[in-house]
């Protein structure tokens, strides 16, 4: 059984102010409820799942629909001390899922199968990853940022698995790459030049990455590569919103 932790702090970004005065991402309608109920649920419909901390605007997430399982915690100003104060609320250092509250497409399935394939491999850290071709697949025309490896062409997803333990010593590090997730050059650059070179000419190996980053980061990571692109699908531009408010409203 893991706990579950939704980042719901942050600010409505300006792309989606022009079609969303919600200022707050999470709290942006979708077919009448707001966005981050969709992600609490899916969650709360999973067996493994057990208590849900939603970290945000307190006041708003209150009346907005949550779970039962679901508890309301204040978010921080930045999203490396709302992350932080999500941890502080466990009260322990089991394993602990991470999602982002902008992926409302999301789906029990989708949770289940990333856990699944987590409890095949010990690690601090789980990552998902998903193929290119299987998110156009499913969805097609949804621009997503793409990295090219040698094993095939790959957008990650907004959910982990960490070990608490780990968090306070990773936080330096972990905020540079947050605030580059959506620029492969920049994260090429923090792992270093020869990562850059085989980035440029398509060179560039999961299992290197992966072990560069646990280096960085000291700890062990494993990338997951899931088969749902639910898992990366994030509301944070007009045509994110107005694909997933179609989906939803069918």
């Not at 399982?69 to 001390?81: C, L, Q």
């Not at 990853?129 to 090219?148: A, C, L, S």
């Not at 072990?211 to 898992?231: D, F, H, N, Q």
């Amino acid at each position: 059984m893991y706990d579950a932790i939704i980042l719901a702090g942050g600010q409505n970004a300006e792309p989606l102010r022009q079609v969303s005065a919600q200022p707050y991402e999470a709290m942006i309608d979708i077919a009448g409820k707001p966005m981050v109920t969709f992600v609490a649920e899916a969650l709360a419909a999973c067996p493994q799942v057990g208590r849900i901390f939603v970290v945000g605007p307190a006041r708003e997430l209150a009346n907005c629909g949550l779970p039962p399982s679901a508890v309301v915690v204040e978010g921080g100003r930045t999203i490396v001390e709302t992350i932080s104060r999500g941890m502080a609320a466990l009260g322990h250092e089991r394993k602990v899922l991470v999602v982002t509250a902008d992926i409302p497409l999301v789906t029990p399935e989708a949770i289940q199968d990333f856990l699944a394939q987590c409890s095949r491999v010990e690690a601090d850290l789980y990552y998902p990853i998903v193929r290119r071709e299987d998110n156009e697949r499913y969805y097609p025309g949804n621009k997503r940022t793409y990295v090219r490896f040698r094993e095939g062409t790959y957008t990650g997803g907004n959910i982990f698995l960490v070990n608490p333990a780990i968090v306070p010593r990773c936080m330096a590090v972990a905020e540079r790459i947050i605030e580059n997730r959506k620029n492969p050059f920049k994260l090429c650059c923090l792992l270093g030049w020869s990562f850059v070179f085989k980035f440029i000419f398509g060179r560039l190996m999961l299992p290197e990455v992966e072990k560069r980053v646990a280096a960085m980061l000291g700890i062990t990571g494993a990338v997951i590569e899931s088969r749902y692109p639910e898992l990366g699908i994030d509301v944070d531009k007009p045509s994110d919103l107005e694909m997933v408010r179609s989906l939803v409203q069918g």
